[in-house]
């Protein structure tokens, strides 16, 4: 009885996993061009990732979608301010409180630039005073203001060359 069971459960997990898919076949075209269900859509992308492809060397290197003239031109801008993090691959600048020229009170800096291409909806900028409160909206679109005419300093003067 003992050699049944054992014997049963065997061919059930057999069974079992011959009904998963085949993740090794080749794509059929035919279920792409109908529609077919989303599992085997899914399975026909292209594009789609595993957590395999991180060791995968064929492609090492590494996009960055973060325009350079913005990202220079915030370290600029913002130079009185103390730099604590920054991740250029993500394009965050995060800066300690500083004080700037001329000015009494205390600032702290976020910046988030999120699109490669040198425009304003690429840019974002976020203040906080020393008290925790938030900045004025005219206060942070100067120095949105300042570094998008700073990039575009840069850019004229990269062209140059």
């Known amino acids: 009885?003992?050699?049944?069971?054992?014997?049963?459960?065997?061919?059930?997990?057999?069974?079992?996993?011959?009904?998963?898919e085949n993740r090794g076949a080749t794509p059929n075209p035919n279920v792409v061009a109908?529609?077919?269900?989303?599992?085997?859509?899914?399975?026909?992308?292209?594009?789609?990732?595993?957590?395999?492809?991180?060791?995968?060397?064929?492609n090492a290197e590494q996009v960055t979608n973060v325009n350079r003239y913005l990202w220079a031109a915030s370290l600029d801008v913002l130079n009185f301010l103390p730099?604590?993090?920054v991740d250029?691959?993500?394009?965050?600048?995060?800066?300690?409180?500083?004080?700037p020229p001329g000015g009494g009170r205390q600032y702290r800096a976020t910046v988030h630039i999120s699109d490669p291409a040198l425009a304003a909806r690429s840019l974002s900028v976020s203040l906080q005073t020393s008290g925790g409160a938030p900045v004025s909206a005219a206060t942070s679109r100067a120095v949105e203001d300042a570094i998008l005419s700073r990039a575009r300093q840069l850019r004229i003067a990269d062209n140059k060359f």
């Open 1 to 20: 009885m003992r050699l049944q069971t054992i014997f049963g459960l065997i061919i059930v997990t057999a069974a079992v996993s011959a009904c998963g």
């Open 34 to 58: 109908t529609g077919g269900n989303a599992d085997e859509q899914e399975f026909n992308d292209p594009n789609r990732t595993t957590i395999w492809d991180l060791f995968d060397n064929k």
């Open 83 to 85: 730099v604590q993090e």
């Open 88 to 99: 250029p691959f993500t394009g965050v600048i995060i800066t300690g409180y500083g004080t």
